[in-house]
């Protein structure tokens, strides 16, 4: 088990890293930090193998900390057709 650290992002939305409580970002190398920009603690959560995570691989997340000192989730990828939609949007005209 790991006591994990969570890190929002404040320049790329739904970016976070994920990191051993007791390292805190210590061991996240410079120019990834430069990258992520600003850190914001979201929160501190035990990690093992059986824990469910939104949209990481728990063991991927566990094995990465415990390889490199550091999981980066990056945000979810956008939807093509989202942007199609707003391409496609008539200008209101209010400006």
């Given at each position: ?63 990465e ?10 945000p ?20």
């Amino acid at each position: 088990m790991i006591i994990c650290s969570v890190y929002l992002s404040l320049r790329k939305d739904e970016m976070y890293l994920y990191v051993d409580k007791r390292d805190q970002l210590n061991k996240v190398p410079e120019a990834l930090m430069e990258m992520f920009g600003a850190a914001k603690h979201v929160m501190d959560i035990p990690l093992t193998a059986d824990r469910k995570l939104a949209r990481v691989d728990t063991e991927k997340v566990i094995s990465e900390i415990q390889e490199k000192g550091f999981y980066l989730q990056m945000p979810p990828p956008k939807d093509d057709y989202m942007l199609d939609l707003h391409k496609d949007r008539p200008e209101s005209g209010v400006r």
